[in-house]
């Protein structure tokens, strides 16, 4: 592998680990986008979390937003002058063998004057599919735009609280069978 693709894996690959959640481990499997000038830069990796949902009883609760990124954290805080920025994350959970997803969020639509954001988690076969694009389009707000954009933070932040919920799934009934046959 060239020296400046081992640098460019070596780079992504430090950067997914520094949004994971702690205790994760990501392989990278795929890339592209690298020699464009425009357009986006894909990456498909494997990632294993240990730890990640909470468990009452029988069931998982799992939280939506499962990158640490600079929109989940608050943006009025301390954040620096905003600049426009997309991203869209799509994760797929596959549940321990013995859960099964029960249930997940309505799918949420949240639009601003300059931001707007796309949450879905849906069941796709025994896998939990949160789909998550976000917008911001300007980097620049006028004074009086504050409150608006302020309280399109505080829903997206919201919504990324949203969990799903995993249920175990009830043992196997043994089949027994009595009697003989003749």
Not at 7 to 19: F, S
Not at 99 to 119: C, R
Request: glycine fraction near 6%; proline fraction near 8%; aromatic fraction near 10%.
């Amino acid at each position: 592998m060239p020296e400046h693709r081992a640098q460019r894996r070596t780079g992504l690959e430090d950067w997914i680990k520094a949004v994971l959640p702690y205790n994760s481990q990501a392989t990278l499997t795929s890339s592209d986008g690298w020699d464009k000038a425009d357009g986006p830069l894909t990456a498909t990796l494997h990632v294993r979390t240990r730890g990640y949902a909470n468990q009452p009883g029988r069931r998982l609760l799992l939280p939506l937003s499962y990158f640490k990124t600079s929109e989940n954290k608050s943006f009025f805080a301390s954040a620096p002058d905003p600049y426009p920025v997309q991203s869209y994350d799509a994760v797929r959970f596959t549940p321990p063998e013995s859960f099964t997803v029960e249930t997940a969020p309505a799918a949420l639509s949240i639009k601003g004057s300059v931001a707007n954001v796309d949450l879905k988690a849906e069941k796709v076969g025994r896998d939990l599919q949160i789909t998550r694009k976000f917008v911001l389009d300007g980097n620049y707000f006028p004074r009086d735009g504050y409150f608006g954009l302020r309280d399109f933070f505080q829903k997206m932040a919201l919504a990324d609280e949203g969990q799903a919920i995993l249920q175990r799934a009830a043992p196997p009934v043994a089949s027994l069978s009595s009697g003989s046959k003749h």
